[in-house]
Each structure stands twice: as structure tokens, then as C-alpha cells.
């Protein structure tokens, strides 16, 4: 029967007003590796991946094209020039300003990355000549793989265990490394030590996307058709038998049909049609497949029939055996192995995106793909409360601290804090004022204050917290109180307990009374050495002596 005709992936969208773009970061929360970042470094993120087979390596993209890498640096897989795991995240000067288009990962780990000028680099586990560098030497620093690429622009990358596969602009699919099963689609299973355009009965076809299982090959057609090679002993080819194919081979259950994407688990393959039907076949020991049991398919299966909206994406990753999807309506499933369980039916889960599937419930928490967010024009409204924070050109406000002016906007005010909703009334003198002037706070903590009231955050350090509770308690801003709490906590010392203590009893803060007590405490010999200590109030001093009598402080 004829091929059906090829989908118009990107339609045109209507011409619009141009309006300010901004750049977005990637959400990289749920991560954990990621919280070894502090929020500034996570706020400059554009493309972010974690792999690794316990998810403890992690690389990502700055907007300004910086490539850092961070985690265990398994078999040399962060590509840092030696075999040193680092907590701190280290550049990558070889991959500064290149654009990455695509970036796949192994299970030794080895990294493929694809460059927006159609460069291919490589680095990390090489046992089987995965980077395709003609070696079995590791990879300790990324290495352009060129051997049958001159003059081609790859576009995707796709990893096996231990395979790799690229795929050019103009449709060609190359394939390297182990071949025990046929993976690298050489029609033999010796393994291949440099890059091989796969032909056979790809030959004279256009390539649109590719996929790698642990040891199988996927590749979906411009016309929408699929094909499959390599391992087989589950069904994950969906050739309708369990036998390896050592060359590309169509899914003939799929006639008729046009894919739009593939994607591969350990062991099991998904494929999404122009009609948002998902199909699935392969493994099915956890029951990946969504079918309801646990029993493999040999070929696609029909999954989700009965769901009104149409699925838009599919999500699976070779290191794992779980499956994601979303539709139309923004609607988030989930099936497979997650989090040990055996979910045989698709989940509805309560994330937004396929992403957050992989960060919460597979194993390993791995990111199935290159975590990319471009520039935006959207903001939301945290975002832009946030971006509008003392700008003279939209405020209609200025708080005088210090001789310094803060520019701020009266409905935020009012909006976020009960003191300024009383203050800016009809009958308050400040409702008419252009300026006011602050005197009983310091500028550092009168902006913080007022930040705050954008951003929810506060970054001070412990000494301008004491002021900052000061003025929570004066205005009774009973989170911020706690927040100031928190800081000065954290950076308690034997030189500033006794300061901190003395703030804490004066603005009526018990729990941060009790911790910098006890720090005292604990420390007495040091702290009653310092300065604090003996500048304090006679009848405070008193009070603390009983306190830590009390408590045994003076016991031989």
C-alpha cells in the first residue's frame, strides 16, 4: 500500500507583535544532584541532563553557552581531563560556545553531544569503541568524532549500553560501537570501531529520529514508517518474533500508520502516531508496556485507546524500565517500574511535564532526554513581579533609606503586606507622599524587606537578619520572622552567638532564644572570651549565668 502522507510537524504560526524576549531556566528542582548548586548558578541554566547508573552525574548548559559537569565521573564520563568525581561543577573550556543541539549517554556512561554546526563530540567509557574513535581507549576529554562525518551536519544522537548511534541533516543514520547482537546494524556482530552509515533497507530512505534500547537500535522515517535492529530476545524490535536482526527491519504491524516518535526503555519501544494513538511492544516484566499485565508483546500494541485527548508525547530511556506520556490537554501518565513499583496500567500523575516522571519515580532518577529550555517571551508572575523589583520605570513609589532611593509599586504593597495596607489609606499622610523617608532601618534590611515582598526570598547575611527581624516583628510579618530565623541560625558563631542571643530575646523570637542558648551553651568557655559577651546588658547577663546554671554549664 502507498506511504502515508509525511505530517506537517511545524506549522507556520500566525504573524504576531514582536514582544521582549526573556531568557527562561530549565527547572532542574526535583533533581536532587542539583541541589549541590546554589540558586543563582540554577537560575543561568538552559539545557541540564542527569545520567549515570545510580543518576550521579550531571552536565548542563549556561546561557551563555557554558558547558559545566559535576557527580562521580564514572569511566571518565565528565569528560574532565582526569578520573576525579567533583561536588563542584567544572567547566568544560573544549565545548565553550557550541551550541548543543543533542547529547545521549551510556551505561559505562559514554557521552555523545551534537552541536547546532553539526559537530560530534565524545567522551567517557570506550571498552567497545563507542566514541568511534577507532580506539578502546577511555575518553577523558571530549574528542570531535569525524572518521565517515566530513562534511556531514549531525543533528541526533542516540546512546545503548554501549552503542551509539548519530543521525545527519540529511536523514543518514550512523552507527558505532559493541555489536554482539547486531545493534550497530552492520549486517554481522563484530563490533564497529568508527562511525558506519547504516543502509541495507535504509539505504535510500530519510531519517527523522532515532533511539537506542540497551543493545537495539530504533529509527522512524519522514514517511512515518519504523524500523528496528539489534537485540531482539523480548519482542523490543516489534518484528512480531524474538529473534535478533542484524540489519534494519520495518515493524509491518505499523502499516498504515505514521510515526511521528519512537522512543526506547531498557527493553521495551514506544512509538506515537500523527493521530496521537501510542503504541507499545517488548519487555514487559514491569509492566512497561501499559497493557495491564506483565506478559512481553512481540508486536505494537494499541495503548490507552479508551483516553479522550490525544497524546502529544512519549517518554522512555534505556537505563530504565519506566513510561511516560502526556496529551493534549496537558494530562501527565505514567506506567512501569516506579519507584519499585509495578504500575501495569498508564497513571495519572499530577506533573506537568514527562521530565518530572523520570526525576521522581524511575530507577535510576535519570533525565530521558536533554533537559532544554530557549528563550521565552513568557513570564510568569513570579517572574515578573520579580524582574519589576526598584525599577524606576514602572514604580510609583520610592522609599528614601540611607540617602538611597528603593523603587517599588503601592498595589504590590498593599497586595503582600497588612502594614502597608493600613499605611497607603486615604487618611495616612504617606498615601499622598512620592517618597517616603525610612530612618529606623538600615538600607541593606529595608531593601531586603522590600525584595522580599517580591521574591519570597530573603539573602542577608546573620548580622543584617538581626535588623530584618526587627523590623518582621515591627511590622508582625510572622514568615519573614521566621525566615530571619532560619539565617541567622545557619550562621551562628562563637564570635556572634552571644550578639544573636541578645536579638533574639529582644524581638521575642523563643525557638531562635533556645538555639542560640544552647549554642552558648555548648561553647561557653569560647564565647564568653569575646567581646559580645562582655558588652552585654548586666541584667541580661545575670539572666544568662542563672539560665546555664541551671542547665549544669558550671558542673566540675
Known amino acids: 500500500s502507498p506511504s502515508p502522507v509525511p505530517p506537517v510537524l511545524t506549522p507556520t504560526p500566525p504573524p504576531r507583535r514582536a514582544r521582549v524576549r526573556y531568557p527562561a531556566m530549565v527547572d532542574v528542582g526535583k533533581w536532587p544532584l542539583f541541589t549541590l548548586l546554589g540558586a543563582q548558578e540554577v537560575s543561568r541554566i538552559r539545557q541540564a541532563c542527569v545520567f549515570g547508573t545510580s543518576a550521579n552525574e550531571a552536565i548542563y548548559i549556561t546561557q551563555d553557552d557554558e558547558v559545566f559537569v559535576f557527580g562521580l565521573n564514572c569511566s571518565n564520563c565528565l569528560g574532565t581531563g582526569d578520573s576525579q568525581s567533583t561536588m563542584v561543577p567544572k567547566k568544560l573550556d573544549f565545548l565553550r560556545g557550541k551550541k548543543v543541539v543533542s547529547l545521549s549517554y551510556g551505561s559505562g556512561p559514554h557521552v555523545l553531544l551534537a552541536t547546532e554546526g553539526g559537530e560530534l563530540f565524545a567522551w567517557g567509557h570506550n571498552g567497545y569503541s563507542q566514541l568511534g574513535n577507532g580506539t578502546t581507549n577511555q575518553g577523558v576529554s571530549p574528542i570531535l568524532v569525524s572518521t565517515n562525518l566530513q562534511n556531514k551536519k549531525i543533528t541526533q544522537v542516540a546512546c545503548g549500553s554501549h552503542h551509539s548511534l548519530a543521525l545527519t541533516h540529511d536523514g543518514e543514520v550512523f552507527a558505532w560501537g559493541y555489536n554482539n547482537c547486531g545493534q550497530v546494524g552492520s549486517g554481522a556482530t563484530a563490533n564497529q570501531p568508527t562511525p558506519r552509515r547504516v543502509t541495507n533497507c535504509l539505504q ?32 523490543q524490535l516489534g518484528v512480531g518474533n524474538n529473534g535478533n536482526q542484524l540489519t534494519p527491519c520495518r515493524l509491518a504491524a505499523l502499516q498504515g500508520l505514521c510515526v511521528l516518535q519512537i522512543a526506547s526503555g531498557y527493553a521495551h519501544s514506544l512509538a506515537l502516531t500523527d493521530e496521537g494513538l501510542l503504541y507499545a511492544w517488548g519487555a514487559n516484566t514491569y509492566g512497561q508496556l501499559g497493557t495491564g499485565n506483565k506478559s512481553n508483546q512481540l508486536s505494537p500494541v494499541h495503548i490507552m485507546a479508551e483516553k479522550e485527548s490525544r497524546i502529544v508525547e512519549i517518554a522512555a530511556c534505556h537505563s530504565t524500565h519506566t513510561s511516560a506520556c502526556k496529551t493534549q490537554s496537558g494530562q501527565v501518565y505514567m506506567w512501569g517500574q516506579c519507584r519499585g513499583q509495578s504500575i501495569v496500567l498508564p497513571h495519572l500523575t499530577h506533573f506537568s511535564c514527562t521530565d518530572d516522571v523520570f526525576a521522581c519515580f524511575a530507577t535510576p532518577s535519570v533525565m530521558w532526554r536533554l533537559l532544554s529550555m530557549e528563550h521565552d517571551d513568557f513570564l510568569t508572575v513570579a517572574q515578573s513581579l520579580r524582574k519589576e523589583f526598584d525599577s524606576p520605570e514602572t514604580a510609583d513609589l520610592k522609599f528614601s533609606v540611607d540617602g538611597k532611593y528603593i523603587h517599588v509599586h503601592k498595589a504590590v504593597l498593599k497586595i503582600r503586606c497588612e502594614h502597608f495596607r493600613s499605611m497607603f489609606q486615604s487618611h495616612w499622610t ?127
Request: charged content about 25%; aromatic content about 12%.
Open 430 to 556: 504617606e498615601d499622598m507622599k512620592e517618597v517616603i523617608e525610612i530612618d529606623q532601618f538600615s538600607y541593606p534590611v529595608y531593601r531586603s524587606f522590600l525584595e522580599f515582598l517580591y521574591t519570597d526570598n530573603v539573602d542577608l547575611p546573620p548580622e543584617d537578619a538581626i535588623g530584618l527581624l526587627d523590623l518582621a516583628t515591627s511590622y508582625c510579618e510572622n514568615r519573614l520572622k521566621r525566615l530571619c530565623q532560619h539565617i541567622i541560625k545557619r550562621g551562628i558563631t562563637v564570635e556572634n552567638a552571644f550578639s544573636l542571643l541578645s536579638a533574639a530575646v529582644r524581638y521575642d523570637a523563643e525557638d531562635l532564644e533556645e538555639f542560640c542558648f544552647k549554642f552558648c551553651v555548648n561553647h561557653l568557655t569560647e564565647v564568653t572570651q569575646t567581646a559580645a559577651f562582655w558588652q552585654i546588658d548586666g541584667n541580661m547577663l545575670k539572666e544568662f549565668i542563672c539560665r546555664a546554671s541551671r542547665c549544669g554549664a558550671f558542673k566540675n
Open 204 to 235: 535510500s530512505k530519510v531519517v527523522m529520529g532515532i533511539a537506542c534500547g540497551q543493545t537495539s537500535s530504533m529509527a522512524v522515517l519522514d514517511n512515518g514508517e519504523v524500523f528496528g535492529w539489534g537485540y531482539n530476545g523480548n519482542g
